[in-house]
T-cell receptor, first 114, second 113 residues
């Protein structure tokens, strides 16, 4: 079965420190990969996606993610965390060849402490 | 959340009553989706639409029906609400499947007593 795993329910990081939110996937064929962010009482917002090409993808608000095919991972990173980055982060994947339904991870709550 | 609105934003109802949630988008997107979000379950797809009058089931479709009579509107109906349907419901739209980005509404919080 196809799946997306976010192994950490919560990540805590100090403001100014680098942050990583982990995501691994199991999708048949070539994947398209996405990160979305959800602020409290809001809908999800798109951050970045990997389709093809450069394995390092840059997105909104200074976030980036690295596609690693051998490790089937797509970890979200930011060099210097802000308190305002505190939110719920979702990783999602879809099979590029059979692509009507996204597969979602369960989300990781990021807390950035001042 | 610009471009996609959900109504009502909050609703409390009683078990056994029908409930309809509305989603309206101004993006002219072909695809529309209804998700529910519950603690520990993330986002789960209820139904989706790939065009006017074209819909398909998601992973948790039992007890829900949808209709799409116009490109911009996607309705979710709980035919007889149950307490297990207490959740936050999100509508999303996209120009197409695959690599296209979803635009989400702000959510509708439904409580079934």
């Amino acid at each position: 079965a196809q799946s997306v795993a976010q192994p950490e329910d919560q990540v805590n990081v100090a403001e100014g420190n680098p942050l990583t939110v982990k995501c691994t996937y199991s999708v048949s064929g070539n994947p398209y990969l996405f990160w979305y962010v959800q602020y409290p009482n809001r809908g999800l917002q798109f951050l970045l996606k990997y389709i093809t090409g450069d394995n390092l993808v840059k997105g909104s608000y200074g976030f980036e993610a690295e596609f690693n095919k051998s490790q089937t991972s797509f970890h979200l990173k930011k060099p210097s965390a802000l308190v305002s980055d505190s939110a719920l982060y979702f990783c999602a994947a879809i099979n590029a060849g059979n692509n009507r339904k996204l597969i979602w991870g369960l989300g990781t709550s990021l807390a950035v402490n001042p | 959340d610009a471009g996609i609105t959900q109504s009502p934003r909050h609703k409390v109802t009683e078990t056994g009553t029908p409930v309809t949630l509305r989603c309206h988008q101004t993006e002219n997107h072909r695809y529309m989706y209804w998700y529910r979000q519950d603690p520990g379950h993330g986002l789960r797809l209820i139904h989706y639409s790939y065009g006017v009058k074209d819909t398909d089931k998601g992973e948790v479709s039992d007890g829900y029906s949808v209709s799409r009579s116009k490109t911009e509107d996607f309705l979710l109906t709980l035919e007889s609400a149950t307490s297990s349907q207490t959740s936050v419901y999100f509508c999303a739209s996209a120009p197409g499947p695959g690599a296209n980005v979803l635009t989400f509404g702000a959510g509708s919080r439904l409580t079934v007593l």
